[in-house]
């Protein structure tokens, strides 16, 4: 069995004097600094790294016949482009004007498309203006877009994928820009 003891604290007569003197009175262990722990790496997202962005400004136009611009990374037009584009993803900026036709995993239109565009997922944003066709798998228009077209869905979804091998766009045809 347990006992019980009658354990009372020490009295103040019964402390012991301390040996050491107000200069030597033992500091409290330091405690260690906070150190904040590394923010984990983003995880792969459906948008491409801006180092891997291509940028038309809006104080550049491309202008001509026959003209494909390729990218295997994003390319964002702010400027005035008459061309074909083949690209992983395409922002057309609300200063931005595409003559031609758009082939891309990612279409995000802030501006201005003349011509079809065929792209796995789509979005018209407030304040765009699109005259042609658009081939989706996924369409999402925002109050305050203007369309002015029809909109299909392909049964093969091949029809959406850009043709990012410029050697296939080279030769004969048109004018060819890889990014």
């Known amino acids: 069995m347990f ?3 009658n354990i009372s604290p020490p009295r103040e007569q019964d402390a012991k004097p301390s040996a050491l003197s107000l200069t030597e009175t033992p500091l409290p262990p330091l405690a260690k600094p906070v150190v904040p722990l590394p923010q984990p790496k983003a995880i792969a997202t ?22 494909v611009i390729i990218t295997k990374g994003a390319l964002q037009i702010d400027g005035e482009v008459q061309a074909d584009l083949h690209c992983a993803e395409v ?6 004007k595409v003559t031609g036709t758009i082939w891309a995993d990612v279409v995000e239109v802030r501006g201005q498309v003349f011509g079809t565009i065929k792209g796995t997922r789509v979005q018209l944003m407030g304040k765009s ?10 369409l999402s228009v925002i109050e305050g ?5 029809r909109v299909r ?8 994928k850009p043709n ?16």
Do not use: C, Y
Request: cysteine-free.
């Open 3 to 5: 006992s019980r003891q």
């Open 46 to 67: 459906e948008r491409i790294e801006s180092s891997n962005r291509s940028i038309i400004g809006n104080d550049l136009a491309i202008m001509g016949e026959r003209i």
């Open 91 to 96: 922002i057309i900026g609300e200063a931005g």
């Open 129 to 138: 203006m699109v005259e042609g066709d658009i081939h989706h798998q996924s």
């Open 145 to 149: 877009a203007s369309f002015d077209g």
């Open 153 to 160: 869905r392909p049964k093969d979804l091949a029809d959406l």
């Open 164 to 179: 990012l091998d410029p050697a296939k766009h080279a030769g004969t045809g048109p004018t060819t820009i890889a990014a």
